[in-house]
């Protein structure tokens, strides 16, 4: 990294953070600058702490050189509450703890890196979760969750963030750090902070002597409302200590920092009935909340006919959403218990109920998980429907309010009168109608000054009809931050919100602690620092920046994460707008590390996408319009010439083994290390390649057992790299020996075509982005497998499953002739083979104790995951899927490439994998089994041979 690519307070921060982990680069400073917000703030550094004594360096840094400090975590917020221009701090990495507190579950001890979904995977086994359950729960992370006092779809109020933590630790702006599971510190906050103290007291006591006050506050919190500071602390608690770590809750960063929490968990009801109910118009549906409150409902989804109409091309559907009439509305209902009987106790008194419901059809409730999953599926899927045919350049705005629930009918109809008014034609309403709380999503460009003006006297007409007519909050559980700082007065008050500002003047006196959040003094503060989403490309323009994907990505530690990519993207269009050609160019040449070499393509974050962006394939597409005419030459001199390659790869990992194995395991590490820095390109040796043994050396694969005569009949097609490769514990076999054994136990006939040497499924040049080596690879492997099968009378049974999912993906780019060769072949990747056609005929006659699975990207995406754990399963005891389990960021060959990709990709799973010992380590793919056993320290092979081992005579 050059030293003049650093901002000056970068420089100033390395002082007391270790220069890894200050990041001021241009780069850095563009990838890290937005939210998931509609707001831009451009930071100065971005820091990673890892312990409380750095969190209090930089609050004393902060002090010290009067820069703002702004403290992020999976940045999914939407009110832009986690950006600055000042210092960004982000605790995504090295603050992800989750412990338990019981054997019971009935409390989790968590750090604010930790990832919702992460923490509620871990209590499923004890049926507990935690209370919060934002639709972001598979992103957003504690710290955030606990900062905005997040809620959701089934806790309500009094399962959110603010009722279900039971201790939190935190430290102040003035470096001071309290707990308040330790009694002492009840006593040493009084004298350690006296003005924190005192002015808690006094605040509190200000607002019990007002009964007009105190029963506001009371009557406001009787629905969601994250406007402002939970000013119920006041009213629920009468120590300071426990005041402020609860005015902490929901206090959006600006008070201080979280460091760890204990949550009281809730139960997760096994047993659940879920029904979307349709009504006549969205004032009977309405009416319809507080009975189904009554029964107990756990959720009531709330959707208008304009959210409805934006999911009804999604496939499966029920063809009622599309002929509903133009008032028509629905609820999405669903019932949970522990156990059946309970379950079905309150099946019966809806059916009591229903009569009085106003339905437009009968209730059909459904107990099935993949349907369940599927009405889900449309509930949350309106969002995104939204964002994915909006115009580009244009922002979704998802804005979150509530009203009393005996209004909402009322307050909707106007609401959507707005709508009309302000030019919204487009816009949606949803949400948890239990609680009062809606949702509305609206389009907007802020390109111009009418656009801007535009939003402006929509939000002022929003704020009157919210708190004026129905005295409503303007922010339900999405928090306060710049959007809505500038109307906190007009919801709560000139008392109530002079309460706040004393409160944040105390404890932050600088006003250093994320600035212009929750307290702003410029009441148009919600109309500056907009984000602006300039014309790019497809990918790039579908993307609304929401963080979604970030967790899925193997390089999101190491270097930009799938929305980190885009938003460069978004700056450099702006800076060659602009002009700015120096800043551009320099913003460009590390993208090429960042944002290009160290993607995997995996495309495991299309699967978190809300609106479906596989941030690989624009990786794709960049590599190859930056090819050189020279590389492009190589990549289609290597295509036509594969089968001289195969054999020069077999020889020469034969002979790296071989000098290994003469000069010691780390002489070839060690050679190309020394390589690498005279020509980059150039792999890192790994131990785990070994070379195939001589009996399966290039042109020889035939099967080498006695041959049988079973009515089944398969075209095996060995993958190019398994057919030069061995196992590195085993040398003397390699994958192919494994795959005939297991097909010839279970009686079915393994044919390998004489001329398979040379052939490919095209992925090394497809995820390189050469696309004519691509092409043409692909298409003549095809005419092969189309030739040996017969006209396809054979299945095709690949052995590592990313050359299945690239086969699966060639269709488009297959000739006309081609492409009707595909439709005519049966293909099949080693887990279905398994599943469909040798279990049926083999006989499991010994089974592992434990054993762990690594399944590999393209299972996942294949929809192949269950079906590797069925297989499992049979074959043993006990099957564990590591919960960190993810990309391993291997890429086919790019993890020799860059092995700090791989090693910082499955540094989470090695690390929960090597918590125990198992007596077998699986998976599906070669170089995916190489990065998990360099990782683990333990060999992964295919899941073939764990069948082999489970099915083989001894």
């Known amino acids: 990294m050059k030293k003049h690519d650093k901002t000056e307070t970068g420089k100033a921060l390395e002082v007391i953070i270790p220069e890894s982990r200050v990041k001021s680069r241009l780069i850095d400073l563009v990838s890290y600058a937005p939210d998931a917000g509609f707001y831009y703030l451009l930071p100065k550094a971005v820091v990673q702490p890892v312990s409380e004594e750095e969190i209090k360096a930089l609050f004393a840094f902060s002090k010290q050189h009067n820069i703002p400090l702004t403290f992020r975590a999976a940045g999914t917020s939407l009110s832009g509450q986690s950006i600055t221009d000042g210092i960004l701090v982000d605790i995504s990495q090295h603050w992800n703890g989750i412990k338990m507190e019981d054997l019971n579950g009935d409390g989790v001890r968590v750090q604010p890196g930790a990832i919702g979904a992460m923490v509620n995977a871990k209590l499923k086994a004890l049926g507990k979760k935690i209370g919060p359950d934002p639709a972001s729960i598979s992103s957003a992370m504690i710290g955030g969750i606990l900062s905005n006092n997040a809620s959701g779809m089934c806790c309500g109020v009094s399962k959110n963030s603010y009722h279900t933590t039971r201790f939190i630790r935190f430290i102040l702006p003035n470096g001071m750090m309290f707990s308040t599971e330790n009694k002492d510190d009840y006593s040493r906050f009084k004298y350690a902070c006296a003005d924190i103290y005192d002015k808690l007291l006094e605040l509190r006591e200000r607002i019990h002597a007002d009964p007009a006050l105190f029963d506001k506050i009371r009557r406001k919190y009787k629905t969601k409302n994250t406007v402002g500071y939970s000013l119920n602390a006041f009213v629920d608690f009468s120590d300071p200590l426990d005041i402020l770590a609860h005015l902490l809750i929901g206090g959006e960063g600006t008070l201080g920092f979280i460091s760890e929490a204990v949550l009281d968990t809730v139960p997760d009801y096994p047993e659940k009935a879920t029904a979307l109910l349709y009504f006549t118009d969205i004032y009977r549906a309405c009416d319809a909340i507080l009975p189904l409150k009554m ?47 309970q379950l079905q106790e309150q099946m019966d008194a809806f059916n009591r109920l229903s009569p009085d419901l106003s339905l437009l059809f009968p209730a059909l409730f459904t107990t099935d998980k993949n349907e369940q999953a599927f009405l889900w599926k449309i509930r949350k ?85 919210v708190v004026n007519r129905y005295d409503g909050a303007l922010k339900a559980e999405h928090g306060t931050g710049r ?14 919100y002079a309460i706040m500002k004393e409160l944040k003047q105390v404890i932050d006196p600088s006003d250093l602690l ?87 393509v995996d495309g495991l974050c299309a699967t978190a996408c809300p609106v479906d962006i596989n941030t690989g394939s624009l990786v794709k597409r960049l590599r190859s319009e930056n090819h050189l005419p ?71 694969y035939k099967p080498t057992l006695q041959e049988v005569s079973g009515k089944l009949k398969v075209l095996y097609f060995p993958a190019c790299i398994n057919r030069v490769m061995g196992d590195a514990s085993d040398p003397g076999k390699n994958i192919i020996d494994v795959f005939i054994a297991a097909s010839t136990n279970a009686g079915i006939v393994v044919v390998i075509p004489d001329d398979i040497q040379g052939t490919c499924c095209g992925q090394i040049f497809s995820s390189k982005g050469y696309n004519d080596a691509y092409v043409k690879t692909a298409n003549e492997t095809i005419e092969k497998l189309y030739s040996w099968t017969d006209s396809g009378q054979l ?96 890429a086919g060959d790019r993890g020799f490439l860059f092995p700090e990709l791989t090693a910082s990709a499955t540094a989470e799973e090695a690390a929960e994998v090597s918590e125990e010992v198992y007596d077998g380590y699986y998976s599906s793919g070669k170089t995916c089994e190489i990065a998990l ?15 082999d081992d489970c099915t083989r005579l001894d």
């Open 295 to 341: 029964l107990g409902a756990e959720a009531v989804e709330l959707m208008d006919r304009s959210a409805l109409r934006s999911v009804d091309s999604l496939e499966g559907v029920p063809e009622i959403v599309r002929t509903l009439p133009a008032p028509a509305a629905a609820l999405l209902v669903e019932f949970q218990a522990y156990k059946k009987e």
């Open 381 to 465: 899927g309106m969002f995104p429907a939204v964002g994915a045919v909006r115009a580009s350049g244009t922002t979704v705005i998802l804005e979150d309010i509530a009203f009393p629930v005996e209004k909402l009918g009322n307050a909707i109809a106007d609401l959507q009168q707005l709508f009309k008014m302000h030019g919204y034609q487009d816009a949606i309403i949803f949400g948890h109608a239990k609680d009062g709380n809606i949702h509305f999503v609206v389009t907007q460009a802020f390109d111009t000054r009418d656009e801007i003006r535009r939003y402006d006297l929509f939000i002022r007409d929003v704020v009157t009809l």
């Open 483 to 496: 959007n809505m700082a500038p109307f906190v007065e007009a919801e709560w008050g000139g008392e109530l």
């Open 514 to 600: 994320n600035p212009g959040v929750i307290i702003n003094t410029d009441l148009t503060a919600h109309i500056k620092d907009l984000k602006d989403l300039p014309r790019v490309e497809e990918e790039v323009d579908k993307c609304i920046e929401c963080g979604f994907c970030e967790h899925r990505c193997p390089s999101r530690n190491i270097t930009l994460t799938p929305r980190q990519r885009i938003v460069v993207r978004r700056e450099l269009r702006r800076l060659t707008a602009s002009g700015n050609y120096s800043r551009h160019n320099l913003l460009l040449e590390q993208y090429q590390y960042d944002g290009l070499d160290t993607c995997a």
């Open 630 to 700: 020279l590389q492009k030459n190589m990549a289609a001199f290597v295509a036509r010439n594969f089968r001289l390659i195969e054999k020069a790869v077999y020889y020469g990992l034969r002979t790296g083994s071989f000098i290994n194995s003469i000069f010691g395991d780390q002489t070839m590490r060690r050679f190309t290390l020394v390589l690498r820095k005279l020509i980059p390109a150039i792999p890192l040796w790994n131990n785990q390649l070994q070379g195939a043994p001589s009996k399966r050396r290039p042109g020889i």
């Open 795 to 890: 299945p095709v049974v690949l052995d590592i499953s990313s050359c299945t999912q690239t086969f699966y993906q060639s269709y488009s780019i297959l000739s006309t002739p081609n492409k009707e060769k595909f439709s005519a072949l049966r293909i099949l990747d080693s887990v279905e083979y398994i599943r469909d056609m040798v279990l049926p005929g083999a006989t499991i006659r010994r089974k592992k104790k434990s054993i762990v699975l690594h399944p590999v990207c393209s299972l996942e995406k294949m929809g192949l995951n269950a079906v590797l754990k069925d297989i499992a399963k049979q074959c043993a005891d006990e099957v564990i899927i590591p919960l960190n389990a993810g990309c391993c960021g291997m």
């Open 933 to 947: 056993s360099e990782a683990v320290k333990k060999n992964y092979t295919s899941i073939l041979y764990l069948l």
